[in-house]
């Protein structure tokens, strides 16, 4: 009778002649008889990232989430295997569904970030399947691309060429242009769209094509920089908020044409460039000149400025010059009539002096008895001459006689 040692991590199936199953997990030994049938199953491990899906044989389907261990059991599982769990980040979110076996009914449920989701057997997730990026052109959208299940919700942008653009005089353009938006109601992008990239897609062409047939080359040319303003994008706007997104702004990234058309703008912006670096040329030598007359005028100004103070300052010299000889003569003049004043003063003295000595000596002749009125005729001798002047009439007409 053979043995079969099972370890710690093995499992065995054991069928008797009767048909009957049995497990056996190890450690252990087992003595199997020549009527029965042994044969190790298969083990399956998942770890705490990881479920293990048992489908069975009467077609129900177990999802064990991890860590766990399962055995096959062939009689009662049709298939396991080992499904890696969904990580989800914060700006990240699951668009779940659940069918309810009661009712009948399926319901959906939005899961966010940040967890580990472990599907239910009766769940299953949102495919989304969007516009995506040319492998070979980034800025080229094809239908169907892109496939994913984590949506996020986070802002995000793409660029994208708007291609076959004419202008009101059919000149072909094709207009890069790049997007950023944000989705603003997951149910409403779920229920309103099914490929929101799309619908930008196409908006954005009609507010593109639109904008540029109302144009002509060269009015495009000189107003393109509106393609920078939200503006002149009411159908992505308006589809946006339909979808439940919002697109927070558009930035034109340029233009580009037809090899000839292309050729002859570059001859013009390389004309006006040569015309613009003269007239920049010609503006510099102007503020040169400018310049120059400028420090020359401020110069002057100084110069002027540094004359008229050396005129004022000469002005005060000669001024002070001028006061001090006025005071010096002043001075000098004061101490003549001093002089003048003392000199007649002293003679004034001495001549009141003589009279008041003449005075006393005529006091004293008086007193002694002599006639001072012959005393002073003997003193003055007889004149020669004696003009006697008479008056005669009155008022205005009287008249003067001279008499010798």
Request: hydrophobic share 35%.
């Amino acid at each position: 009778m053979p043995t079969w040692t099972l370890r710690v991590d093995e499992a065995a199936q054991i069928i008797d002649k009767h048909g009957l199953a049995t497990i056996v997990e190890g450690p252990r030994s087992i003595y199997v008889w020549p009527s029965q049938i042994f044969r190790m199953l298969a083990r399956y491990t998942a770890d705490q990232n990881e479920y293990i899906v048992v489908k069975k044989r009467d077609g129900t389907v177990e999802h064990v989430p991890g860590p766990c261990v399962r055995y096959h059991d062939p009689i009662m599982m049709e298939n396991v295997f080992v499904m890696s769990a969904t990580a989800l980040d914060a700006n990240e979110v699951l668009v779940i569904y659940r069918y309810d076996t009661e009712s009948q009914k399926v319901s959906r449920r939005i899961q966010h970030g940040p967890c580990i989701y472990f599907p239910a057997a009766n769940e299953w997730l949102h495919t989304f399947v969007w516009h995506g990026n040319d492998p070979n052109n980034k800025t080229r959208k094809i239908p169907g691309v892109h496939t994913f299940n984590k949506l996020r919700v986070i802002p995000d942008q793409f660029y994208y060429n708007c291609e076959e653009v004419r202008t009101k005089d059919d000149a072909l353009l094709t207009v890069k242009v790049m997007m950023f938006f944000e989705i603003r109601d997951i149910e409403t992008m779920l229920n309103q769209t099914t490929d929101p990239i799309g619908d930008f897609i196409n908006s954005l062409q009609a507010d593109i094509i639109a904008f540029a047939s109302q144009v002509t080359y060269e009015e495009f040319v000189e107003s393109s920089s509106k393609l920078n303003q939200l503006e002149c994008y009411k159908q992505l706007v308006e589809r946006t908020k339909k979808v439940g997104y919002e697109v927070t702004k558009v930035i034109n990234r340029g233009y580009h044409t037809t090899d000839r058309l292309q050729k002859l703008q570059d001859q013009a912006v390389e004309k006006r460039s040569k015309l613009k670096v003269a007239m920049d040329t010609e503006q510099q030598q102007q503020d040169l000149t400018d310049y120059k007359l400028h420090n020359e005028q401020q110069q002057s100004a100084i110069k002027q400025a540094l004359e008229l103070d050396s005129a004022k300052h000469q002005y005060q010299l000669q001024k002070s010059q001028l006061l001090h000889t006025i005071k010096l003569t002043n001075e000098q003049q004061l101490e003549v009539l001093e002089r003048e004043k003392a000199k007649k003063l002293s003679e004034l003295y001495s001549q009141r002096a003589a009279d008041e000595e003449k005075l006393a000596h005529y006091a004293n002749l008086k007193k002694l008895g002599v006639d001072l009125t012959s005393y002073f005729v003997s003193q003055n001798p007889k004149p020669e001459h004696v003009i006697k002047v008479v008056a005669t009439g009155n008022g205005s007409g009287s008249a003067i006689h001279v008499h010798p």
